[in-house]
Nanobody, 122 residues
């Protein structure tokens, strides 16, 4: 059973940068598409970003395009989300997820982490 553990979430101010990490174990990371989702208070979980198996393809939600960058290091079994120019509306629990097929819908992703809280103050 795959295990995904997110880290790096914290309280930051508007305009700050933050990098989230997702450590993956019990899975061969190079065979999985990876993604970040988030759930804001009172809202449904939404797609943030995804990256293909070798990092060559990435997709982003319109709300984060140009500010967030997803990347992966298969040798280190880790996926990253660099978040720049953070806004209060980025406040959410951020989840790392793994899938065998590429896509942006949560139903494709069979493995999930427990989430890490990001809070952006204005």
């Amino acid at each position: 059973q795959g295990r995904l553990v997110e880290s790096g979430g914290q309280l930051v101010q508007s305009g700050d940068s933050l990098t989230l990490s997702c450590s993956v174990s019990r899975l061969t990371l190079s065979t999985y598409v990876m993604a970040w989702f988030r759930r804001a208070p009172g809202k449904e979980r939404e797609f943030v970003a995804s990256v293909g198996r070798n990092g060559g393809r990435t997709d982003y939600a319109n709300s984060v395009k140009g500010r967030f960058t997803i990347s992966r290091d298969n040798a280190k079994n880790t996926v990253y989300l660099l978040m720049n120019s953070l806004k209060p509306e980025d406040t959410a629990v951020y989840y790392c997820a793994a899938a065998l097929s590429y896509g942006t819908t949560s139903e494709l992703y069979g493995y999930w982490g427990q989430g890490t809280q990001v809070t952006v103050s204005s």
